[in-house]
């Protein structure tokens, strides 16, 4: 409920108009299911802007030739599809469904762009729980637990940083569907999950 889907929606878009065709992103769920959800708040974002959905291909264009793809990887061995691939964004939606980080690392590697694009990045968002949690936990919120802290990848150099979404950031949300923490308190049985809703 803190908006992170249409923060990575908003997160690629922004990026269109400065670099063009250059500018090529991948967004990823876990299952197609879960993908159907994305597309379905992207087709109601996007439109606005110019770009065009294709069905068959699942992908945005935009008039100046940026893309973006939505996508799923199911097991760690799908990740390897995108072998020779090259993004100048990548995106993970609920990344704590993924019970290893071996795509995540993996697609970390077409992190690249022979346009010289200067601020290729990766976004990923997730709720606490699910398969992957620990892992997630470990990498991105156990560096700087309280977040808005930088912190560099010893092996790739690169910056992360851990930003904390609550139920109570979505003001729409809540002003819309005031019992929707209500819900989410009925299926929190943990002290993770409560922390989040509280928070």
Known sequence: GGGKSDFLL????????????????ILFRRTYNELEELVRRSREIYPASGAVWHEQSKTWT????????????ERDADATRY???????????????WPSDYGYRFLRGRLRSAA???????RAAAN???VGHHWVKAYFVDPAPGGFVPVE??????????????LRDNRILLGSDPGYGDR????ASDAMVRAWLEG
């Open 10 to 25: 908003g997160d690629f878009i922004q990026d269109v108009p400065t670099y063009a065709s250059a500018w090529t992103g």
């Open 62 to 73: 935009w008039p100046n030739g940026a893309m973006l793809r939505m996508r799923y990887i």
């Open 83 to 97: 072998q020779g691939h090259q993004y100048t964004w990548i995106g993970w939606d609920e990344l704590t469904q």
């Open 116 to 122: 010289s694009v200067p601020t290729k990045r990766i």
């Open 128 to 130: 606490p729980g699910g």
């Open 153 to 166: 990848d010893s092996t790739t150099k690169m910056r992360r940083m851990f930003i904390p979404a609550r």
């Open 184 to 187: 989410l308190r009925g299926l």
